[in-house]
């Protein structure tokens, strides 16, 4: 799909900073539950999803970790960062917490805000729960006020980039030389869904995730990428290759 914009100077009449982040509030779906992330509560059985997995660390700048207390430390450190708001991410079916996200980037006065630190332990990954608990996220974003909800990620990630464009955000392009992570430089890959796209996405979500898009063994009719395909503004050229 190649991208055809319109710089957008509208008004934005009568604009209200939506609020920050909720650190009690709880998300949950059907298949997901997301908590606002505690070390006493969630770090041990977290870092029990991960243990021998330590390829899902590669692209974040910080992990794999050797000890339950030393993932323990990071935890706490996330939960005190202001900045955050990082959520434990319980999977119903399997009655497990199985992973984290977080928002960050939160600027309320720009309605702006990002999803990110996204770890998904190999038992959550490809799940139901697993595009629920983005959709809670992104669902939750939208319904408070804010106008535009990002995804970033390492430019090399391309499972990152792929499920960025499935779960219907536009890609913007890439920051060269954006940082250093791990000791090598980061291309970072840009996408966003704005406000406008909203309804369209909440009802491809909402198709996707019905028990109607399943069969008797769990395999799905429909594709998401293929339900939000006509929302999304731009495809990412990396995406869409194969391999």
Known sequence: MTAIYTVNAAPVPNWTPPPAPDDSRVLTGKHARLEPLRAEVHAALLYRAYIGHDNVWEFLPYGPY???????????DMEQDPALQFYAIFNIASGCYEGVASFLRIAPEAGSIEVGHINFSPSLQKTRAATEALYLMMAWAFEAGYRRFEWKCDALNRGSRRAAQRLGFSYEGIFRQATVVKGRNRDTAWFAAIDAEWPALKEA??????????????LQRERLSDLTRLVRVADDPMAAQQG
């Not at 339950?68 to 430390?73: A, D, T, V």
């Open 66 to 76: 050797s000890s339950s207390s030393q993932y323990h430390r990071w935890v706490r």
């Open 205 to 218: 979500f909402g198709v996707w995730l019905s028990d109607s898009n399943f069969d008797a063994d769990g």
